[in-house]
């Protein structure tokens, strides 16, 4: 069964950084997207970042291109980190890894993921 672990979320001032980590445990990234999703108050959730496992392709959202980074690092386990810079008090919210166990597809489309964490919180202060 996979399972997800998120963590690093926390409070933080705007303009800083924070980096959160999920780690997939049974699981073959191979060819599967992994990305992170959010949800604030009074709001959808939405795709922030996906990666392709194994490729070099990467897509995010419009409100964090050029301040956020997905990568992935590969070892028993999979793990993909969020690095997010130049924090805004709009990037408040819970924050969720998810994984698809398809193979390709279109990686932030929220419908597309079977697979998602408990979430951590993040909370930028201004």
């Known amino acids: 069964q996979v399972q997800l672990v998120e963590s690093g979320g926390g409070s933080v001032q705007a303009g800083g950084s924070r980096r959160l980590s999920c780690t997939i445990s049974?699981?073959?990234?191979?060819?599967?997207?992994m990305g992170w999703f959010r949800k604030a108050p009074g709001k959808e959730r939405e795709g922030v970042a996906a990666v392709l496992g194994g490729r070099a392709f990467t897509d995010y959202a419009d409100a964090v291109k050029g301040r956020f980074t997905i990568s992935q690092e590969h070892a028993a386990q999979s793990t993909v980190y969020l690095q997010m810079n130049s924090l805004k008090p709009e990037d408040t919210a819970m924050y969720y890894c998810?994984?698809?166990?398809?193979?390709?597809?279109?990686?932030?489309?929220?419908?597309?993921?079977?697979?998602w964490g408990q979430g951590t919180q993040v909370t930028v202060s201004s």
């Open positions: 049974t699981y073959s990234s191979g060819n599967r997207c």
């Open positions: 998810a994984a698809s166990t398809r193979y390709g597809g279109e990686c932030l489309r929220i419908a597309y993921y079977n697979v």
